[in-house]
């Protein structure tokens, strides 16, 4: 027997919005979600686990139409799987790029706080003495 899910529950286990899911099946980044009697949406664990890839491409700052691109290649098998690990690499290099550019402003912001500790550290000792 197959394991479904309900919104709520992938709401609280991926941090996605209720209209994110919808928003996320109407532009086809997540297609087929089946619906139990009532027409309830209900999400497999094969969608969970799908919605997981999604979300940590969001949140490895992946352009949206890019993770629309790698879920139709996705979806399009195994003949994709060139020109999806190009898109990955793209993105990695992107990624790297970021947080190498990240490294260096918590470099500045570093300084920044070790300056200022100094001189309250130094005012302090000015009005104790």
């Known amino acids: 027997m197959t394991e479904y899910f309900t919104p709520a529950q992938v709401v609280d286990r991926l941090g996605f919005s209720h209209d994110t ?3 996320y099946e109407r532009i086809g980044v997540l297609e087929h979600i089946s619906r139990d009697p009532a027409g309830r949406r ?5 969608d ?3 919605l997981e890839a999604v979300r940590y491409l969001r949140d490895t700052g992946m352009p949206l139409n890019e993770i629309r691109r790698y879920s139709q290649l996705a979806k399009d098998g195994d003949r994709t799987a060139t020109t999806r690990l190009e898109l990955l690499l793209c993105h990695e290099e992107r990624v790297t790029d970021r947080i190498a550019h990240l490294n260096r402003q918590h470099e500045q912001l570093r300084q920044k706080i070790g300056w200022y500790r100094e001189h ?3 005012q302090g000792a000015r009005d104790h003495s």
């Open 120 to 122: 309250l550290a130094r």
């Open 48 to 50: 969970v686990e799908w």
């Open 21 to 23: 899911l919808r928003y």
């Open 42 to 46: 209900r999400f497999s664990a094969a």
